[in-house]
């Protein structure tokens, strides 16, 4: 359990949507929220930090139900609904304690963390603020194993209509085939267009907000054309996804990390050979898109995928940030897509610091918009007003 703070008196603070460096900076909060802002001598009783204040992380794919295990398939057949809800708890914990304080959920087996994201935002519970996804797939489809079925646009349409009725926010949609589910394959499109239509059309209606996995180029270029919020993971960039990407202004929001967890992972033979065959193959197309979606100035969110084989909860942004700088992202700009873009593609009221938004704040020694890698030691984390103070971190 956590205790709110009146506030922080800092050295320095990245202040606003651009990340605005101030010194001297104090910060006031209540009922979750940043209520004042002001520089010099605050009011008393506010928390000194000598260092730099940064937004909280929105880390915008996550999936808290599984835990990074060899097969999640196996592992999510495999357990019982109230250990499901302790994995579900321990996984958000993990999240928090490495800077995340917004989570996109994109996916968990019988809506599991839909039915828990309010106890789990709303009180003092050490974790981040939670946005759940009902996920809808073809019965065979990638995900079908944490999806709702549907199969043609009318089916499509009323999927969307339950996921509604569930309490999600988001619709997540699975324009292709993936890594982790027997019998499809990331170049695989899943949906049609039609399909693509009336999910989006359906949830618009609803105001919820749509994100679709999708890692072949078709697949990007038909989920995009439709109108979707987001397109997670776009392995297979292609030139037609590219010029999609550019003409809807919609977020790509990169999982990389995910593949390279799964690449790098000593026990990797552990996983079905199926699997990891597909990751090897897909892996740099997954990078060489994402360097190609940067050079074209493609608008960047971040997530992790965390849960996923070999890729458990926890600072999974701090080494997508590399990955965003080794694809030609400067530092500030990658500081943006982990927190104002993630935001902003989530439509909730963090990933900066103002007046009005919530009290997500990340204390770290310097300052991160320098140099992301300074994200790896973050020392205080406010979540909702509420602190958590972590021991200094071994640097890695
Ligand atoms: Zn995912």
Same mark, same amino acid.
């Not at 695989?188 to 059309?201: F, I, R, T």
């Given at each position: 359990v956590l205790h709110a703070i009146p506030g922080i008196h800092a050295r320095s603070a990245l202040l606003g949507p651009?990340?605005?460096?101030?010194?001297?900076?104090?910060?006031?909060?209540?009922?979750?929220?940043? =209520?004042?802002?002001?520089?010099?001598?605050?009011?008393?009783?506010?928390?000194?930090?000598?260092?730099?204040?940064?937004?909280?992380?929105?880390?915008?794919?996550?999936?808290? $139900?599984?835990?990074?295990?060899?097969?999640?398939?196996?592992?999510?057949?495999?357990?019982?609904?109230?250990?499901?809800?302790? !994995?579900?708890?321990?996984?958000?914990?993990?999240?928090?304690?490495?800077?995340?304080?917004?989570?996109?959920?994109?996916?968990?087996?019988?809506?599991?963390?839909?039915?828990?994201?309010?106890e789990l935002s709303g009180g003092t519970e050490e974790c981040p603020t939670v946005v759940a996804a009902g996920a809808i797939s073809s019965p065979d489809g990638h995900g079908n194993f944490l999806a709702r079925h549907a199969v043609g646009p009318e089916e499509y349409s009323a999927a969307v209509r339950a996921v509604a009725e569930s309490g999600a926010r988001v619709v997540k949609l699975f324009a292709t085939g993936g890594v982790i589910t027997a019998g499809t394959t990331p170049g695989?499109?899943?949906?049609?267009?039609?399909?693509?239509?009336?999910?989006?059309?359906t949830a618009r209606t609803l105001d919820l907000r749509v994100a679709a996995h999708a890692h072949?180029?078709?697949?990007?270029?038909? $989920?995009?054309?439709?109108?979707?919020?987001?397109?997670?993971?776009?392995?297979?960039?292609?030139?037609?996804?590219?010029?999609?990407?550019?003409?809807?202004?919609?977020?790509?929001?990169?999982?990389?990390? $995910?593949?390279?967890?799964?690449?790098? !992972?000593?026990?990797?033979?552990?996983? =079905?050979?199926?699997?990891? !065959?597909?990751?090897?193959?897909h892996a740099p197309f997954e990078a060489r898109s994402l360097a190609r979606a940067v050079a074209a100035g493609c608008r960047l969110a971040v997530g992790s995928d965390a849960g996923t084989t070999f890729n458990?909860?926890?600072?999974?942004?701090?080494?997508?940030?590399?990955?965003?700088?080794?694809?030609?992202?400067?530092?500030? !700009?990658?500081?943006?897509?982990?927190?104002?873009e993630g935001a902003a593609l989530l439509d909730e009221p963090t990933g900066w610091l103002e007046v009005g938004r919530r009290a997500d704040v990340l204390a770290v020694p310097e300052d991160p918009a320098e140099d992301v890698r300074r994200l790896r030691d973050p020392r205080l984390v406010v979540t909702r007003g509420l602190l958590l103070e972590l021991p200094p971190r071994a640097q890695s």
């Open positions: 651009d990340l605005r460096p101030v010194d001297d900076v104090w910060l006031t909060f209540a009922d979750g929220m940043i =209520t004042d802002i002001g520089s010099g001598a605050g009011p008393s009783g506010l928390l000194e930090w000598p260092g730099v204040l940064a937004p909280g992380l929105v880390d915008c794919h996550v999936h808290l $139900a599984m835990s990074g295990s060899a097969d999640v398939v196996a592992e999510l057949a495999s357990l019982d609904p109230e250990t499901l809800r302790a !994995a579900v708890r321990s996984n958000a914990r993990a999240q928090l304690r490495s800077g995340v304080t917004t989570v996109r959920d994109l996916g968990s087996p019988d809506d599991v963390v839909v039915h828990m994201a309010r695989g499109v899943q949906m049609s267009p039609a399909e693509l239509a009336a999910a989006v059309g072949a180029g078709g697949g990007i270029s038909n $989920a995009l054309r439709a109108g979707v919020d987001s397109v997670e993971h776009f392995s297979y960039l292609d030139d037609d996804a590219l010029a999609a990407a550019r003409e809807a202004g919609s977020w790509l929001v990169s999982t990389l990390v $995910a593949t390279t967890r799964f690449v790098d !992972a000593d026990d990797r033979e552990l996983a =079905t050979p199926e699997t990891l !065959a597909k990751i090897i193959e458990p909860h926890g600072w999974g942004m701090q080494e997508q940030a590399v990955r965003l700088r080794d694809a030609g992202l400067p530092d500030r !700009a990658a500081l943006r897509a982990l927190t104002v």
